[in-house]
């Protein structure tokens, strides 16, 4: 039967050990997936103010997200530079061994085509086809070559004299055009054309790649809420969803820059990577100060609810009338308090004060005696004068024993308890009959409330002279005192 027991222990720890191994494995694949979508967001954030670098660096990039962020090369800049390309493919056919001969520049269709390209710059000066793609600085670039290189400081003028036939046939049709490819036409080509939506925003088919993983991160969402709820009885489905709000930024199509909250807290539940040294440091000096305002604030209010108490007369009326004060038990605990320190008086003080006491009662003795003329006489005999100082000595010694022994036998025994325990009662009562009185009850109160001043005051006296972030040296050198001892216990263990 024994064995049957540890068997079947056995078997289900094994049960909880592969399902714990299980869902940490899963733990680790949505916090991947979470890194790979949390990556393309970044990239698509990131797409638009450096497409200029992918492409000149990766153009096959450009190619194929460029239809994601639905851009299009600008009609204007495009037709352009069809037009200098077409414009060299008639230099070539008319005379490809030496396409640079005057002779050449003046035939009907290179002249249409110079004269096509003098309008279409100055249309592009005019209408700026930079502002869609909010490229204002290299429109500037484009005027500030083209000024450089023909020495004007108009850029209609300069675009003009370039594209006429008496510049191409002073600088060479070869060079004027190598210099355009290497300037120029990088320029316009980085520009492009965004379509808008009705709300005046770009359009953005980002949507199209999120979808998968909003499908994956929304479903993982439902299956790990309803699964906790299943297995805590006391949290609602509604409630693990409440707890696990930072998921639902995982599945949120706007500000997805935020989802960098719960890819962080996957990437340390799944202990890829452990944040809590990182958020120590990162939260260090905050927290420090930020305990030390939090602490200084809860004294304060605790110290200020009290004096309002005592000054509203709400603790002599909770401990003057019964029956108006709330217990958590049914223990009275002023009169187990008293039953405490009297076990103490009796069994520890008393003993250990002995010296004390009996000094104390022989000064009292003598100082008795000394009332009486007969003992006065008795000190002037020889001899006889030394009898009262012996006996006062030993009465003392006597009283001093007996006091401690008569009070532990007192209550001790169940009788001597009960006569205590009515002294007790009745002190209680004379005591709250005495406290009643409204001058007594406000001199107690205003010392009671100046007590408490003076406990606030000396507090933030003292914590003026602390350092918080030593303080938070201190938590830090424990915890870390804790998670060695941790650790030395899981090794012996495996040991």
Known sequence: MQIGNNQELQAKALEVAENKSFWLWWKRLAAVVAIINFGLVLFNLSYVPLRDIYLREIPIVVHYYDPIKNIEPHPDTEQYLDTVDALTTQLATNEPSEPSEPSELRSPQIINLLSDLRQQSQSLLDRNPFIVANKFGTFARLRRIMQAQMGTNSAAEAFKQFWSPTYLEEAGISQALAFFDAKVRPLLAINYYRSIDIN??????FWRIDIFFVVFF????????????????????????????????????????????????KLHQSRLINLERIMAQVTYEPAAYLADRVSQFLLVRLVDQVQDSVNQGEVARMLLQDGSYIQVSNIDKIEAISDRLLQLTIYKVVPQIQPELKSFLRHSLEESFKQFEFYEGLKNLPLIGMLPQGATDQLADYLSQSIGDVM????????GRELLDRLTEQVKQVLRTELQDVATQKELQNLLSDLLEELKINYFKQSSKIDPEAIMTEVDRMNQAMEEGETEDLGAGDR
Do not use: C, H, Q
Not at 200 to 205: A, L, M
Not at 218 to 241: H, M, N, Q, Y
Not at 408 to 415: H, K, P, R, V
């Open 200 to 205: 005046g925003d770009f359009i953005d088919n």
């Open 218 to 265: 929304g479903a993982e969402f439902l299956l790990r809420t309803f699964i906790r709820s299943l297995r805590k009885p006391t949290v609602s489905w509604w409630d693990a969803i409440l707890r696990r709000w930072y998921d639902l930024i995982m599945i949120t199509p706007i500000w997805r820059w935020l989802r960098i909250i719960p890819v962080v807290a």
């Open 408 to 415: 532990a036998l007192s209550y001790a025994d169940e009788e």
